[in-house]
Structure formats: C-alpha cells, structure tokens
C-alpha cells in the first residue's frame, strides 16, 4: 500500500493542476499581508469603534496572530474549490488519459486502488493546509510580531499571547477534516465520469448551492442546516471562544467524518461494479 500510495503522489505532482492551490495561496496571502500591514490600524478601529467608547485597549492588537485570523476567516469557504481540483481529477483522469485498464492490471485489489488514491488526495490536502497555516501564520508571525488577539463575534474575545497558538493548531486540524470531506465529495462524482472537469464543476456546484442554502434565514432552510455539511465545517471558529464549545466540536466532527467513510464507501462501491472500457 506505501508503494501505491507512492505511486499515486508521484502521478498527482506530476499534473499542473496540483499546483493551483499552492499559487493561489501563495499569491493572495501575501496579498492580504501587505493590505494589512499598510491598512490595518485603520481596519481594526473601524471594527471595533463602537467598543472602544466604552473600553480602552492597550498594547498592539495588529500582529501577527490577528492577520493569519482574519486569514482563514476569508480563506475557509475558498480553499474548498483548491481542493476539488485535485480530488475531481483521481480517477476521472485515468479515464481521460485511457489508463484505466492499465491500472487494473495490476496484481492488486480495486479496493487498494480506490484507498491508495484516496491517501494521496488527502496527504495533498494536508499539504495545501500546511502550506496554508505556514504562509499565514508563522510568516504573519515572523513580519508583525506576536500580541494578543482580539476576536469580535456576538461577543468580544482578548485571548492572551501565550494563549493562542494552540488555537491555531486545533482549527486547523478541524479544517483537514473538513476538507476531507470535500476531497470525498469530489472523489465521488470522479468516479461516476470519465472527464475531470464534470466532477470539478459538480463539486463546485455542491458547495456553492450549500453555502448559500446555509447562509439564507428561512425556516425551512433553518431546519435543514444541520445536515449540510458546510454548516460543520464553519465549527473550527469554536476554537476561538472562551470556554471553547467542544460539545459543538466533537458533534460537527463526527457529523464530518460521517460524510467521510458514507463517500468512501460509496466510491468503493462503485468502482468495484464499474466496467471498465478504456
């Protein structure tokens, strides 16, 4: 299986497309770096103006820890089309490059093939998150500085200095699984085409119509929102209240990594039926 998995790593960085996600974050990130850096007394004033009448702050709010927040606060609903780029194209793209029968020739089981690809999308997952938390937030870190970060949702939240990193680490090992998800999502529809780009625009579409559904306050579209999986992924922010929600977190995990083995399954099971023709 390592040697599979092997295979199929060589095979995803040998592909343009794997790339994607790498530039764009790589591009915007430091975008919003600097629009902060140049802007961002003026941002953080504005946004808590109305506190500050009846508080005083003291020290530097603007640093490092409040930029690779606001990071991910803009980023979460992007990084999900970065990630079905990849995850559209694992098996679809055998069928486009006619390398199906190819591939089953192999001595080895479909079940070990589906698995083996299935590792590789999610270690590139890891990966674009990685690359993620280390532009966001140990460059944000490195260039403004540490401090204590100020969190503004229905209520305010200072959390000290020494007090955050953790933080940090625990959204963003909530957001791998939430991206599995996606991943999953995405590894579904390519395994039910022969063209990539059909489960890539299908992914898309999934996450676009869910996130609007999510977002709409109707009471009939209120009472389906726990069942959207968009709505679970929005859960790291948990990770910044004091007390931390974890009864939230653990159900929207679980919710999560439903979604994850139903997928899989369901992948497997079609893949083991397919015929393949090409």
């Not at 933080?167 to 991943?183: E, H, I, K, N």
Request: proline share 2%.
């Amino acid at each position: 299986m390592i040697t599979m998995v092997g295979i199929e790593m060589s095979k995803l960085f040998r592909k343009w497309r794997t790339y994607i996600g790498f530039i764009a974050i790589g591009v915007l990130v430091p975008i919003v770096q600097i629009a902060l850096y140049l802007t961002g007394d003026r941002y953080l004033n504005f946004a808590t103006q109305n506190i500050r009448q009846s508080f005083e702050f003291v020290g530097d709010l603007m640093n490092g820890y409040l930029i690779a927040y606001f990071v991910l606060q803009a980023l979460y609903i992007h990084i999900p089309f970065l990630i079905v780029l990849v995850g559209g194209d694992l098996l679809a793209g055998e069928a486009t490059g006619g390398t199906y029968r190819m591939l089953l020739t192999r001595p080895v089981s479909r079940f070990k093939i589906i698995t083996s690809k299935f590792i590789a999308g999610f270690i590139y997952t890891n990966l674009l998150l990685a690359f993620l938390m280390l532009i966001s937030l140990f460059v944000s870190v490195l260039l403004f500085g540490t401090g204590e970060l100020i969190v503004l949702r229905s209520k305010v939240f200072i959390f000290a200095s020494d007090d955050v990193l953790w933080r940090f680490f625990a959204a963003y090992g909530f957001a791998v699984l939430s991206l599995t998800v996606v991943l999953s999502m995405s590894y579904l529809f390519s395994s039910l085409v022969e063209n990539a780009i059909g489960p890539i625009v299908a992914s898309m579409a999934v996450i676009i119509v869910f996130f609007i559904l999510a977002a709409i306050n109707v009471d009939i579209l209120i009472s389906i929102r726990p069942y959207l999986f968009v709505t679970h992924m929005a859960k790291w922010s948990f990770f910044f209240t004091d007390p931390v929600e974890y009864n939230e977190v653990i159900n929207s995990s679980l919710v999560l990594l439903a979604h994850v083995i139903v997928l899989f399954f369901i992948t497997l099971f079609i893949f083991k039926r397919k015929d393949i023709l090409s």
